[in-house]
């Protein structure tokens, strides 16, 4: 019996080998609701890919827990190239150690394929506050620990977490105050409520421009291209403070090498055309790119980094 049955199964696997991919549509998870930053990432990478690869690669938005819920969806997906996920530092490594009960091993639970955008933090202050340097900032924290107030995403959102690296890194006491999404804090923060943010540069770049809040700083290695005139934090006094929302795109774990690498190759060529790293750009994203290999070690430290930082401020998920 077990003779006849392997003889039957067996001729199955050539043919199942030498079957073009992708020969149907694929999906891409998108672990948030629509119309967030991984939503406007996904939609036009996902119609240029199904331009580049001839089959439809049709976006699916599985919000909740911070991302896991989508993220479980393809964690648990058969590794065949047509479920993938546009995943963020939340999932992919930050969640881990948030949440007391992860429905997946996010270590290996995904094949890396690549990065695909940094948005930037920017320190930004109450356009009505004396601070007009991060210097400011950090003596009148300083001088009254917990009395700045600094609005966030939520606890454990990537806000949150940008505060704790600069608490951490400047030996001050900023008061985290958690809201219901960027959003309202970004409404308070103009209104005077709350004191500062460090916000993704996307969301907070047209409240810069019109002088409704101050820029003293963004956390990256070079000045931006949106922001000229604003320094880096290592230029503003305080270096190895640098940090950023990333986004980038996996597969189910053991899904096969020549795939990831002939989607990594396509992710790479949409992010090179302007009319998709362009529109990127211009919205305060650095673009990404690289190999999968890349894309694995920059989660790798990503991960490391973030351990330290979450264990060390005691952040919870709501």
Known sequence: MLR???????????????????????????PFPPGGLADQLARPLAARLTQVLGQPMVVENRPGAGGNLGADVVAKAAPDGYSWLLGSIGPLAANQ??????????????????????????????????????????????????????????????LHIALALLNRAAGVDILHVPYRGAAPAVTDLVGGQIDMMVDNLPNILGQIRAGSVRALAVATEARLPQL?????????????????????LVAPARTPPE????????????????????????????????????????????????????????????
């Open 4 to 30: 006849r049955t392997l003889l039957a199964v067996l001729p199955a696997f050539p043919a199942l080998a030498q079957s073009p991919w992708p020969s149907r549509p694929m999906r891409l998870i998108v």
């Open 97 to 158: 150690f948030l949440f007391p009960g992860m429905p997946f091993d996010t270590r290996s639970a995904f094949a890396p394929v690549s990065l695909l955008v940094n948005t930037p933090k920017v320190i930004v202050v109450n356009r009505d506050r004396p601070w007009r340097t991060l210097a400011d900032l950090l003596a009148a924290a300083r001088a009254r620990p917990g009395a700045v107030q600094a609005g966030s995403a939520g606890n454990g959102s990537s």
């Open 228 to 248: 000229p005139d604003v320094p880096t934090t290592a230029e503003a006094g305080l270096p190895g403070l640098v940090f950023g929302t990333w986004f980038g």
């Open 259 to 318: 795939i990831v690498d002939r989607m990594s190759a396509a992710v790479d060529a949409a992010l090179r055309d302007p009319e998709i790293g362009g529109r990127f750009a211009e919205q305060g994203a650095v673009i990404g790119g690289g190999t999968p290999e890349a894309f694995a070690a920059f989660i790798t430290a990503q991960t490391t980094m973030l351990d330290g930082v979450i264990r060390g401020a005691g952040i919870r998920a709501e």
